[in-house]
């Protein structure tokens, strides 16, 4: 079955779709995007995506393309459109089509694009195995709660933990506290067997898988602390994982080739994993590779 992509009011083959030369997100990155996870034929954590994507654009002063209802509708469709059980829908929202000029154009009229791509997620060895995460100079800017297109250093960051044979590359500031992945949140559990997650402030996304799995912690009674933790705390952490839109809570046991904990995903990690596909009404879509 052909992709479906919907570009500016029309749903197009994947192959036909394009924007314009002269739109802003290709030429400056002035532009947000959201990716909300199908799972089972159904959007997981959409409000909160949406609401994300609502505070993106203000902080940018990019208008809506089109009212937040209509939006829902154009998600669903994509969905049926492309016969979508397992995927990842990609929302982008840019400023538009302009001539070259670094200030905004004067009545701008915003680009949106939506696409959906199969996913099969993470196969079972992955969640019985754990994967493993680098550190890196976190080089973004000091905006990076506005989910922005602007991935240039994430970009960087994916292909040096890929060459270094790592799922993750986990960002460090200049104090050598962990920030967050370049895709994903970054989780510890301290040998008193806290969870702990950076706080959220204009250093990091605050991540809507993140705050579904805080409101599992408490709904569990888990004990959790928002805070920045460092490298060598992570180090000698009796567990770590990565949450994300795709990746929910994923185990990590390497981080710069050191063993977390006894080198397995830890039972935390993997209640709240359990617990968040019963938060958004799905069983665990893992694959049998």
């Known amino acids: 079955m052909p992709r479906i992509a919907y570009v500016n009011g029309r749903y197009l083959l994947h192959g036909?779709?394009?924007?314009?030369?002269?739109?802003?997100?290709?030429?400056?990155?002035?532009?947000?995007?959201?990716?909300?996870?199908?799972?089972?034929?159904?959007?997981a954590d959409a409000d909160g995506h949406l609401t994300r994507l609502?505070?993106?654009?203000?902080?940018?002063?990019?208008?809506?393309?089109?009212?937040?209802?209509?939006?829902?509708?154009?998600?669903?469709?994509?969905?049926?459109r492309n016969r979508a059980r397992h995927a990842l829908l990609y929302i982008q929202i840019t400023r538009?089509?302009?001539?070259?000029?670094?200030?905004?154009?004067?009545?701008?009229?915003?680009?949106?694009?939506l696409t959906c791509r199969r996913t099969a997620f993470q196969p079972a060895s992955t969640l019985e195995?754990?994967?493993?995460?680098?550190?890196?100079?976190?080089?973004r800017w000091l905006r990076r709660d506005i989910?922005?297109?602007?991935?240039?250093?994430?970009?960087?960051?994916?292909?040096?933990?890929?060459?270094?044979?790592?799922?993750?590359?986990?960002?460090?500031?200049?104090?050598?506290?962990?920030?967050?992945?370049?895709?994903?949140?970054?989780?510890?559990?301290?040998?008193?067997?806290?969870?702990v997650t950076r706080q959220p402030s204009n250093e990091i996304l605050n991540g809507i898988t993140r705050l579904s799995i805080l409101d599992c912690a408490r709904d569990l009674g888990i004990r959790f602390e928002e805070r920045a933790f460092s490298v060598a705390e992570a180090y000698t952490a009796r567990e770590a994982f990565i949450s994300s839109a795709s990746t929910f809570a994923l185990p990590v046991t390497r981080i710069d080739g050191k063993t977390i904990g006894d080198g397995r995903p830890g039972p935390l990690c993997l209640r709240l994993r359990q617990a968040y596909m019963d938060h958004?009404?799905?069983?665990?879509?893992?694959?049998?590779?």
């Not at 993106?56 to 509708?73: D, G, H, M, N, Q």
């Not at 195995?129 to 080089?139: H, K, L």
């Not at 044979?165 to 050598?176: Q, R």
């Open 147 to 195: 989910k922005s297109t602007s991935l240039l250093p994430q970009v960087l960051g994916k292909q040096k933990a890929a060459e270094a044979g790592a799922f993750e590359g986990w960002m460090v500031d200049d104090n050598g506290f962990v920030t967050e992945g370049c895709s994903s949140n970054a989780w510890i559990v301290t040998g008193d067997g806290i969870l």
């Open 280 to 289: 958004i009404g799905s069983t665990d879509p893992v694959s049998a590779k």
């Open 96 to 113: 538009g089509a302009a001539p070259r000029d670094f200030k905004f154009p004067k009545n701008p009229a915003p680009t949106l694009v």
């Open 16 to 43: 036909d779709a394009a924007v314009h030369v002269e739109d802003r997100g290709f030429q400056f990155a002035d532009g947000v995007y959201e990716v909300v996870t199908i799972v089972d034929g159904k959007p």
């Open 54 to 80: 609502s505070r993106s654009l203000k902080e940018l002063s990019i208008p809506w393309p089109v009212k937040p209802a209509t939006l829902r509708f154009i998600m669903g469709e994509m969905v049926r």
């Open 129 to 139: 195995n754990g994967v493993a995460v680098i550190t890196m100079p976190d080089i």
